[in-house]
């Protein structure tokens, strides 16, 4: 059976938590998406602080990390 993974929100979902950023906005799409992308920076910025923070070993080397970087262990 084929279920919509979790960090899928159904459609209508979707246009639910499209129209409360507009809203919050005072009704500016312009504004809301500005809000939007400021929220996505900080999210990648707080990706790569936990990416950095999480062993190697715990990961099993699957964080991406280059081979060849001399400062690795520095």
Not at 29 to 50: C, I, M, T
Request: charge should be negative; charged fraction near 30%.
């Amino acid at each position: 059976m084929n279920r919509p993974q979790p960090s899928e929100p159904a459609s209508f979902e979707l246009e639910a938590a499209a129209d409360q950023t507009i809203a919050a906005c005072g009704g500016d799409a312009r504004e809301a998406v500005k809000s939007l992308l400021v929220a996505n920076g900080f999210l990648e910025a707080q990706v790569v602080e936990l990416r950095a923070s999480v062993s190697a070993g715990y990961s099993r080397r699957r964080l991406d990390i280059p081979r060849d970087r001399k400062d690795w262990y520095d």
